[in-house]
């Protein structure tokens, strides 16, 4: 996965930390399918994850506006809900504006 | 690594995204003590990192002026010129204002 190429600030930023729980049960599946989706919500800008004992993904995005479009698509609201049931002992959001940013690359 | 703990919004993020050079290089032991010398820096509330192919570090901080004075540390000035130099091919740091949060636990 590549750094996140996205454009010159202010945008957004989601911040989503989890820990998961035992066992696979479809997650990688869901995964997946959340990026498709996001990929092709309006305002979406670009993401990054690892997960490394806790995981963390950040979505980078245009607007507030496209975050809370974002957080009420119904495929992704069921999701949400399978993700709270099943698959994370614990999670966090956190909604950001980034101010400024700066980079190097060899 | 535990999801950090961090106190009601308005507070700041840094999000460290990077890729890696090949080799160690003492890369563990100057991580390990930068997460010593941050966790001793006025402001400072909390980090959580993973790495994965791409490496993601979310340090947390009271005011972007805790954020300067960590980005000045003496020791942390001398591990970024390191990084450029050693340890990373590129990176990106966003610096940003987190406005809202909300969680979950089991």
Known sequence: MPIAQTPPPPYYAVIFTSLRTEGENGY?????????LATQQPGYLGYESAREGVGITVSYWESLEAIRDWKAQTEHLFAQQAGRDRWYSAYKVR??????DYGFEV
């Open 95 to 100: 909604i950001c504006l980034v101010d400024r």
């Open 28 to 36: 990688a599946a869901m995964s997946n399918r959340m990026v498709e």
